[in-house]
């Protein structure tokens, strides 16, 4: 069973966040990641992003939409 890396991922959605419509989603998911002050904080942070990113752009593509929340239902996982 392959470990699920949080950070790593977090990195690689907001990398997918291409074009200057996302600029501040990316700065966003930038600063959780490199802001926190414990890895519990981090996951916290980014979680609440990626949700508010969905809410708000439900148009993005099938497959970051669902990247995205593998992300979100494996932090619930570990934050419950």
Do not use: C, H
């Not at 989603?25 to 490199?34: H, K, N, Q, T, V």
């Not at 002050?37 to 981090?42: E, V």
């Amino acid at each position: 069973m392959t470990q699920f890396n949080y950070i790593s991922e977090a990195r690689a959605i907001r990398d997918a966040l291409a074009g200057e419509e996302f600029a501040t989603w990316r700065s966003r998911l930038a600063e959780a990641i490199d802001t926190g002050f414990s890895g519990t904080q981090i996951l916290m942070a980014v979680r609440w992003n990626l949700t508010e990113l969905l809410k708000e752009k439900p148009e993005l593509p099938a497959t970051l939409v669902s990247r995205i929340k593998e992300y979100i239902k494996n932090a619930n996982k570990l934050l419950s």
